[in-house]
């Protein structure tokens, strides 16, 4: 049996920059996904990530994506986004 992945979207049909857009929490965020973004993030900007927790790479919160992502997460979890919100990077609504 074989299976193939589904065709890459194209963002600018889906999203547009201050859209919203959830991405799953603790190991279902899909990081393929995000990183695919990532890579086609040309003018984008202002996008809020929102997640439960994200468990292990939260690339979205390095600083080379402050203008790209906003993230507002329910439960502030790992080094990387404890010290994103310490610096005020984000906007965690529901801090817990």
């Known amino acids: 049996m074989t299976f193939s992945l589904p065709q890459a979207p194209q963002w600018s049909s889906l999203i547009k920059s201050g859209c919203r857009v959830f991405v799953g929490g603790n190991a279902s965020v899909p990081h393929a ?14 996008i809020e990530l929102v997640h439960m927790l994200a468990l292990g ?3 979205w919160v390095k600083e080379e994506y402050k203008n790209l992502f906003k ?4 439960f502030i979890g790992g ?11 984000l906007y965690p609504r529901f801090p817990v």
């Open 33 to 46: 996904l995000v990183q695919h973004l990532i890579d086609n993030s040309e003018g984008f900007s202002d």
């Open 57 to 59: 790479d939260t690339r």
């Open 71 to 74: 993230a507002n997460t329910f």
């Open 79 to 89: 080094e990387a986004m404890r010290k994103a919100v310490d610096e005020g990077g």
